[in-house]
């Protein structure tokens, strides 16, 4: 039998702000995000899923909210300028990260 996951609103929280932070730190990518929700959904016991779909609705929404936030604020900001179209045709040379691995936390 699998392992049941813990359901509180801390746990939902967690599990969600530590996928949130592997997307920004480039160690998962939103299909990996993706699957490591459903694994995750699957460990829940069908009776508290009600709750933890609750719990992980409000999650979302107040992250959501923080982001929205944080977006007016910078763009409200005189000395934010956004990011302009590059004037050439050519994309941008990226450069590798060294040591990029050190920076990734397991999710």
Not at 67 to 89: H, N, Q, T, W, Y
């Given at each position: 039998?699998?392992?049941?996951?813990?359901?509180s609103?801390?746990?939902?929280?967690?599990?969600?702000?530590?996928l949130?932070?592997a997307?920004?730190?480039?160690?998962?990518?939103?299909?990996e995000?993706q699957?490591?929700?459903?694994?995750?959904?699957?460990?829940?016991?069908?009776?508290?899923?009600p709750?933890?779909?609750?719990y992980?609705?409000?999650?979302?929404?107040k992250?959501?909210?923080?982001?929205?936030?944080?977006?007016d604020?910078?763009c409200?900001?005189?000395?934010?300028?956004?990011?302009?179209?590059?004037?050439?045709e050519?994309?941008?040379?990226l450069?590798p990260?060294p040591?990029?691995s050190?920076?990734?936390?397991?999710?």
């Amino acid at each position: 039998m699998p392992q049941e996951v813990s359901i509180s609103y801390q746990a939902v929280k967690s599990k969600v702000y530590k996928l949130i932070d592997a997307m920004v730190a480039g160690s998962k990518t939103e299909s990996e995000v993706q699957e490591s929700m459903r694994r995750w959904w699957k460990l829940i016991h069908p009776a508290d899923r009600p709750v933890a779909q609750k719990y992980l609705l409000a999650v979302l929404e107040k992250s959501h909210a923080s982001l929205g936030a944080i977006a007016d604020g910078l763009c409200s900001c005189k000395e934010f300028e956004p990011a302009r179209e590059p004037v050439s045709e050519k994309p941008p040379k990226l450069h590798p990260v060294p040591n990029q691995s050190q920076f990734s936390s397991p999710v």
